[in-house]
Nanobody
Framework: QVQLVESGGGLVQAGVSLRLSCAAS?????????????MGWFRQAPGKEREFVAA????????GYGASVKGRFTISRDNAKNTVYLQMTSLKPEDTAVYYC????????????????????WGQGTQVTVSS
C-alpha cells in the first residue's frame, strides 16, 4: 500500500508564495515504488468539485497544469526523497482549497495524468487559505 502525506499548507495573504510537499511511503502489491508513479496535485474548495492543479511524469521530464494555475504554480519531484512538491506563487483568494496529492501507476516514464480517475492513491489533504 502506498501512503501519501501532504504538508506545507496554511493561512497566507494574497500575493505570497507557499510550497506544498507530499511524502510517499510503502509500495503497491505490484512492488512499484515512488519512481514508478506519475504524481499529481488536485484541490477542492467548499461546494466545488475536485479540480486538477498539476501533474508530473515518473521521470519528471513532463508536467502539466490547470488553466487557473498555469504560470503561477510549479510541480517538481525528488525520486531520491520520495517527495513531490508544489511551489505556489502569486497566491489568490480563489486558490483557497484543500490540496490533495495523488499517485498514478504509470507504465510510461513520460506520461502524466490530469483525470482524478487515473490516480490510485490519495493523501488526506492539506488546507491552503489565502486571505485578501
Amino acid at each position: 500500500q502506498v501512503q501519501l502525506v501532504e504538508s506545507g499548507g496554511g493561512l497566507v495573504q494574497a500575493g505570497v508564495s507557499l510550497r506544498l510537499s507530499c511524502a510517499a511511503s510503502g509500495r503497491a502489491a505490484s512492488g512499484r515504488t515512488f519512481s514508478g508513479y506519475a504524481m499529481g496535485w488536485f484541490r477542492q474548495a467548499p461546494g466545488k468539485e475536485r479540480e486538477f492543479v498539476a501533474a508530473i511524469s515518473r521521470s519528471a521530464g513532463n508536467s502539466g497544469y490547470g488553466a487557473s494555475v498555469k504560470g503561477r504554480f510549479t510541480i517538481s519531484r525528488d525520486n531520491a526523497k520520495n517527495t513531490v512538491y508544489l511551489q505556489m506563487t502569486s497566491l489568490k483568494p480563489e486558490d483557497t482549497a484543500v490540496y490533495y496529492c495523488a499517485a498514478a501507476l504509470s507504465f510510461y516514464s513520460t506520461n502524466y495524468y490530469i483525470a482524478h480517475s487515473d490516480y490510485a492513491y490519495w493523501g488526506q489533504g492539506t488546507q491552503v487559505t489565502v486571505s485578501s
